[in-house]
């Protein structure tokens, strides 16, 4: 199998580039800029827009402790729609990003009057993690950040993007197919429910019930994918007519040594390509590589990214 490293990015559809950006970068702490593209056609990306023209412009930011990165598209054509207008916590598809924190609580005192929090911060105990202090936000377009804080996690007001949150139907399903195929092997916490009762306000259901993982693809617990279940209220399905671009989390770009190799791995495992390997001259990312977007098992995008060192 292919040998994959973790989450590089994830990707979010916005409507305001300027004012997510402002958001992300002086509140969220994602003050480093790793791209910043302007609007241009990528005929590139055709494929996986299902379009015969792909317009946008974009950009891609990081927090200066590192972890995962956030890129930030603004679709222009085809013509970008909300995904959700409501997003709920639980919902399938990419459903937040988690952010490390020295202290929630001081995060939270310091941004309240300027962030719209789910609630005040709380504090659970997780397998693996114990005590663990989080906090949701919604961004200017509605959606959702975990905030948190644990003894393994530290440094600085913010300690770096965590892990990417996906909402998924079946877990067991969902975490073979990422631990297979994904090579994300190391189980860092264990599948609980210490989350069920505490997620509320996020999903907008009392008595909310989830079940959820965390998962490496190393020991070190670096840029993780957390895979989670709401089994009261159930997820809501991914709308059929969703493309790549409209307003929302579109999708978790994982780092591969071997496009060619991933490709033949997902196909042989009778997995959905949204597009074959693609070869970049640098003109997304601002850097030469490859990529290929397929479909997890609940349909939800991923791309596979091999970028030089």
């Known amino acids: 199998m292919s040998e994959m490293s973790g989450v590089h990015h994830m ?56 972890g995962i990165l956030l890129e930030l598209i603004h679709m222009v054509e085809p013509s970008p729609r909300p995904i959700r207008r409501d997003v709920r916590y639980g919902d399938i598809g990419v459903a937040k990003i988690t952010v490390a924190a020295s202290s929630v609580r001081s995060v939270y005192e310091e941004l309240k009057d300027r962030v719209q929090f789910c609630s005040t911060p709380k504090t ?16 200017p377009e509605g959606n959702l950040v975990e905030i948190v804080s644990t003894s ?3 440094g600085g007001e913010f300690g770096g993007a965590l892990a990417a949150g996906i909402a998924v139907s079946d877990l067991e399903r969902s975490v073979r197919f990422y631990r297979n195929h994904l090579g ?25 019930r989830v079940r959820s993982c965390l998962l490496s693809a190393d020991v070190r617990g670096e840029a993780m994918v957390e895979l989670f279940e709401t089994l009261t209220p159930r997820g809501r399905s991914i709308p059929f007519s969703t493309r790549w671009g409209d307003y929302g989390y579109l999708q978790v770009a994982f780092n591969c040594d071997d496009i060619p190799g991933i490709a033949w791995d997902l196909e042989k495992a009778g997995m959905d390509l949204l597009c074959g390997p693609k070869v970049m001259e640098g003109s997304i990312l601002g850097h030469p590589g490859e990529f290929l977007y397929a479909r997890d098992p609940d349909g939800i995008p991923i791309e596979c990214l091999s970028l030089p060192a």
Request: hydrophobic content about 40%.
């Open 11 to 66: 990707a979010m559809g916005v409507e305001g580039l300027e004012t997510m950006k402002t958001f992300y970068r002086d509140l969220m702490g994602f003050t480093e800029v790793y791209a910043d593209f302007g609007e241009s056609e990528q005929e590139i990306m055709r494929e996986v827009t299902r379009s015969s023209r792909t317009v946008f412009s974009g950009t891609i930011l990081r927090q200066k402790a590192g």
């Open 184 to 208: 994300f092997s190391v189980v860092m916490v264990e599948t609980h429910e210490a989350f069920s009762g505490l997620v509320d306000e996020v999903s907008g259901t009392a008595g909310t």
């Open 124 to 139: 659970t105990l997780a397998p693996n993690l114990g005590d663990y202090e989080f906090v949701y936000c919604r961004d």
């Open 152 to 154: 393994l996690w530290s």
